[in-house]
C-alpha cells in the first residue's frame, strides 16, 4: 500500500472515526492469479462514497464514480475496482457481511 494511501485511510478513520465509511478501491495488477506468489496488487487511490452508521454503510455507483472514471486518464491502464470500508471504533476484521461481499463477489474479479 503506498504510503499516500495509508494516510488517506489513517485520514478517514480519523475525522468519521464513530460511524463506519465506504467507498470505491482503485487498484492495478501486476502478474496472474495463475502465479499468485509473483502477482502484485496495489492500490492506486480511494473515492469516498458513503458516510454511514455506526454498524452500516453503502453506497451505489453514481456520476461520482463516472466522473472520476472521466478525470483520471490513468484508468485506462486497466485499473480495478473494488470496495473499501471501514469499523469505525472496532478492529480491523472481515465482518459476516464481509465475507458475504467476498463470497458473491469473487466470481467477478
Known sequence: MPERILNQVKYLCKNIAKVEWS?????SVQGSIQDPKN?????????????GTAAYTEYSFDE?????MMDNETME??????HIHSHNTMAVFFSVT????????????
Open 98 to 109: 464481509d465475507w458475504s461481499e467476498l463470497n458473491d463477489n469473487a466470481p467477478n474479479h
Open 39 to 51: 502477482m502484485v496488487l496495489t492500490i492506486e487511490d480511494i473515492l469516498p462514497m458513503n458516510k
Open 77 to 82: 491502464k486497466g485499473w480495478k475496482m473494488g
Open 23 to 27: 467507498g470505491v478501491l482503485f487498484y
Open 64 to 68: 461520482r464514480v463516472l466522473d472520476y
